[in-house]
């Protein structure tokens, strides 16, 4: 089954009882949202509100809320997709199996995007901003945003669709500065494909055009956030995972898109921005209000009877982790021929993806040295750091395979490898003054922060702690010690008043360990807020910790030091409480949680899904 419009989506989810429809009308201010998180939560279906209260339009959500939902729509050509971009990643495949590869240039071909007559297509029909669903996720959001758009940009030196990046940045449709049905806000860093797009239009003065594409077939969606081999359009992608070229006209200049439900067009002019944000994000709290690009509304248009997609994000895992899920299935062995000697990287989606990296590489540059240490996953580990959005990440623990099977996805087991080997006095690299996610207020400032790498390779050195040592049990200013995992132990500190006072109340710490003689066996020790918290589960323990702290001025250690400018330690300490210039995380409004429990009571639309 392939479908050309997001309807055919709808109706063929429902048929084979993936898709539930909401009758009631449902507000959405907070409503919508708080309904969507607590079916996705439950692993529940997907959504389509028939009844949006202040819209005449239908939504649907969690269309992507598990993997397997979104390998059903994708179902009839997910291998030939596969295909093609394993082909793209590895030339040479098709000389060493060309029977094997013969149709993939053909579907390649047959993709490639369609023009169809300029001036204004038969099915679309001209609105305005304020007749869309104004859907507020968080309570403390600036605004109603777009959370699924296409957002459709030109190449100003290349014009064409061919040199045009189709990427996913919200948009924020009301709130703050932003004149009604005039102006939309669009979220973006700079070295994303429509960042270039605008600096080249800023240096010929002149304004950048931007369609917003939203809805259409579900493959629209999902092109807009795929990583893409060298030389492989967006919209190429979209038409062979719809099964369908991607169908485009022209109107007053903009492009659109012919097959989606609503299109937005407008100017983005040299040097305008207006605040946008907040807005509820995907490390679980907010993004602040931050001066960003303003698109000046040119003109909306709508099929009939289109239905307007959307998700929710907040801490992970969300819809958005099924996103990445089939991301990294379709193109997985893309960073394998991008870094040579990787296996394997993990962007961990309980840390917020972008904190926290696991890889796995290879350790051939000293094979008959008697002691074993880190030399090629160090080359390694600086690839992975200057890669694409990998280069947003703070912490990276990369290892090499050596004796067994490694799997980063299985956390305790990979966290417990490198603790056992890691030499703490040698394997420890932070890089300081640098780039990290824009949505990550952990750092000095917007976008900047530090990194750091744990690298481990070899022998295994120690046995770990597999209960709270007594060396960390009644310590002054520390107490409730916690075990987290083997060899790493997380106690409860003093509220985090400033960093100075910080670094003293981590001396204090120091000297206390130190005075209860070596604590070899718990390598790793988390100093946090609520240490039950911290130690009730793994996700817990990988959010708390890398969402809230900053290598360069968090990583504290017993015994720390400089070796020939080298940091070392020999039990590193990581500062994970909440510090007062970090964003506030996202919390659900208990009075909308009881509002839209009448949905889920008998007669609602949603009586008999399972809840957790």
Known sequence: MTYRSLEECIVDLERHGHLVRIREEVDPHLEMAAIHLKVFEAGGPALLFENVKGSRFRAVSNLFGTVERSKFIFRDTWESVQNVIALRNDPMAAFKNPFKHVGTGLAAWKALPH?????????????KISDLPFIKHWQGDGGAFVTLPQVYSENPDKPGIMNAN????RVQLNGNDYVTDQEVGI????????????DKANKQGVPLKVSCFIGGP?????????????????????GLLSGHRFRYSYIDGFCVSNDADFVITGEIHPGETKPEGPFGDHLGYYSLTHPFPVLRVHKVYARPNAIFPFTVVGRPPQEDTAFG???????????????????????VDDAGVHPLLFAIGSERYTPYQPIRQPAETLTIANRILGTG?????????????????LDTHRVEEFMTYMLERIDLRRDIHFQTNTTIDTLDYSGTGLNSGSKVVFAAVGEKKRELCREVPEALQGLQGFGNARLVMPGIVAVQGSPFSDYKASVRDIELLCDAIRAQGPLDSCPMIIVCDDSEFMSATTSNFLWATFTRSNPSHDIHGVNAGFENKHWACDNAIIDARSKPHQAPPLISDPTVAKNIERLFEKDGSLHGIRLT
């Open 389 to 405: 959005q990998l280069s947003l990440a703070k912490y990276l623990f990369i290892t090499a395979e050596e004796d067994r099977p």
């Open 187 to 198: 979220h973006y860093q700079i070295h994303r494909g429509i960042g270039i797009h605008q």
């Open 218 to 238: 579900p493959a629209h969606t999902l092109s807009a956030v795929m990583p893409l081999p060298e030389g492989m359009s967006e919209l190429t992608f979209a």
């Open 166 to 169: 189709l990427g996913m940045y």
């Open 325 to 347: 899920a089939l991301i990294h299935e379709l193109t997985g062995g893309a960073i394998r021929q991008e870094i040579p000697g990787v296996k394997e990287v993990h962007a």
């Open 115 to 127: 023009k169809q007559a300029d001036g204004k297509p038969v099915a679309l029909q001209e609105i």
